[in-house]
């Protein structure tokens, strides 16, 4: 079955910067349009990046402050997130789209402090 695993997370303070990973299985990687969201307390959940093919789409809030990468032969996606704000805070989830159906992984705390 798809399964997908984040981590990286933690407590940073504002200007801080973190790695996220997400780690998928069960499905071929390379076929899948990944993405990543996050949901900070109180707010629906937002993409905060993604591709598809060659292109890579960011949110407003997060452009220039962070780069999104695979490596589709260790199955892994990478959310690299540089100067950090408070309101950078939330769940961080990794989002498959594999074969028109999609799939969540369990989420990894981003927790920025000023």
């Known amino acids: 079955q798809v399964q997908l695993a984040e981590s990286g997370g933690g407590s940073v303070q504002s200007g801080g910067s973190l790695r996220l990973s997400c780690v998928g299985s069960g499905f071929t990687f390379s076929h899948a349009v990944m993405s990543w969201y996050r949901q900070g307390s109180g707010w629906e959940r937002e993409l905060v990046a993604g591709?598809?093919?060659?292109?890579?789409t960011y949110a407003d809030s997060v452009k220039g402050r962070s780069t999104y990468s695979r490596d589709d032969a260790k199955n892994t996606m990478y959310l690299q997130m540089d100067n950090l704000k408070p309101e950078d805070t939330g769940v961080y989830f990794c989002?498959?789209?594999?074969?028109?159906?999609?799939?969540w992984g369990q989420g990894t705390q981003v927790t920025v402090s000023s």
């Open positions: 989002y498959a789209n594999v074969g028109a159906k999609g799939y």
């Open positions: 591709n598809i093919g060659v292109t890579t």
